[in-house]
């Protein structure tokens, strides 16, 4: 009797173990599920698996159907649309000067409608273009692979790099896997895309290159060079690899006709993923700032002689520089251990540091080498950085624009009026043309 009594007590005794472990693993799942549920920080979607997309038996391909499958469900079309109080005739600094002692040029209302490319990152809504797409847009309509359409709201824009975030209020999204290897020259690649309103397009090519910078088209450059066709409307795409995995956002063209020419670029993913996870967090992206005017140190192409370093040309009163001690004149040689080569790599690998981070950098100062420690600033925007440049005395262009205002200011009555009949009867003869 007492055997059977301790034999139901052990089993009891391991049944309220097991219910309690039971309750506990139940609590633990749905306090994950309900943390997933609070986006914090966007993390890049990933392949599930490893298994190659292709076979390893042929070199040959017949055809990257699969891939375009994957990727064209998370591409999307991005139509804006904006109001514009403007004037053909504005254009012509000559006529604009006139109509300023006139009472101004009558402006004529009109709708402007662009088009781009963007792409789904999350299951949340949030989709990638860039920033140019969405500029000045009042109106912001996202359409999808397949049919259905959304107003779209603007999340934050980061124009020093030229990307966005927009966010749409709809289910059944399909986000892009982020490729996590890195990508080299030779990769085959497509860019999917809006070209010319045409509706999604695929189009195939190679990496032609990595780490392009210098084009001047944004403050933060480190571009994917392609010869996959890109046009207008490709903007804010996705340029994706042989297995439908996002590799970067195209975002510009070189071309001399408007059209592609072999040569565009893609914004890199590593670029993609901090700037979305800046602007979705906190609205704006946060970067390290030196405060300095800086130049590469390279001035003959032929010499054989090694030019590596960037020279300090100036350097902000009371910025992160000059309380380190960095003076005008300085070769900035490394930082943290990384060779500065030119300038273009100094600001990428500043810009990529949040405010507050300690860089060891190394210095060339009268010919001595020399370590300093500089702790980093926030990097004012770019309006405030543009306020504290320093007025420049106006060039000749400007010369020339104040001598024919004057000009015209010295015009009789009869003159200008017989101008501004003529210039008027020019804007009408063009409103009944465009209609």
Request: net charge negative; proline share 3%; hydrophobic share 40%.
């Amino acid at each position: 009797m007492a055997k059977n009594n301790k034999k139901t007590s052990r089993f009891w005794y391991w049944t309220l173990c097991l219910l309690l472990v039971g309750v506990f693993a139940l609590f633990v799942w749905y306090y994950k599920t309900n943390q997933q549920q609070k986006l914090t920080h966007w993390t890049p979607p990933v392949a599930e698996t490893n298994n190659q997309k292709q076979s390893s038996e042929s070199n040959v391909v017949t055809s990257y159907h699969d891939a375009v499958a994957i990727a064209a469900q998370s591409v999307v079309n991005i139509y804006t649309n904006q109001r514009v109080l403007q004037n053909p005739y504005m254009d012509d600094p000559v006529l604009r000067r006139y109509f300023e002692f006139e009472g101004g040029l009558p402006q004529q209302e009109e709708n402007s409608t662009s088009l781009g490319s963007g792409v789904i990152v999350s299951e949340d809504g949030y989709i990638v273009t860039n920033a140019h797409v969405i500029e000045h847009a009042e109106e912001i309509v996202v359409a999808l692979n397949d049919g259905r359409k959304s107003r779209a709201k603007v999340v934050g824009t980061d124009p020093e790099s030229d990307l966005a975030v927009i966010q749409v209020d709809m289910t059944g999204l399909k986000p892009l896997v982020f490729k996590q290897k890195a990508t080299q020259v030779g990769d085959v690649v497509l860019a999917i895309g809006n070209p010319f309103g045409v509706g999604q397009t695929v189009t195939q090519g190679i990496i032609s290159a990595t780490g392009r910078t210098g084009l001047g088209v944004s403050t933060f450059e480190d571009f994917i060079q392609t010869d996959a066709a890109i046009n207008p409307g490709n903007s804010g795409g996705a340029l994706v690899d042989a297995n439908g995995e996002l590799i970067g956002i195209n975002t510009m063209i070189f071309s001399q006709s408007g059209g592609s020419m072999g040569i565009g670029f893609a914004i890199p993913n590593s670029i993609v993923e901090q700037v979305m996870n800046a602007l979705i967090e906190k609205g704006h992206v946060s970067r390290g700032w030196l405060g300095i005017e800086i130049q590469s140190q390279l001035k003959d192409p032929t010499s054989l002689e090694s030019t590596a370093g960037v020279e300090v040309l100036n350097v902000v009163e009371n910025g992160p520089a000059a309380i380190s001690g960095l003076q005008i004149g300085d070769v900035i040689v490394s930082i943290d251990g990384k060779k500065m080569t030119d300038a273009n790599t100094l600001v990428q690998y500043v810009a990529r540091k949040s405010p507050n981070s300690v860089l060891n950098t190394q210095i060339l100062r009268n010919g001595d080498l020399q370590t300093i420690q500089i702790k980093l600033a926030e990097r004012p925007s770019q309006n405030e950085l543009l306020s504290q440049a320093q007025d420049v005395s106006p060039d000749e262009s400007d010369k020339r624009l104040d001598e024919q205002a004057q000009s015209m200011a010295n015009m009789s009555k009869e003159e200008r009026a017989q101008l501004k009949r003529e210039l008027l009867e020019l804007l009408e003869l063009e409103k009944r043309l465009n209609k």
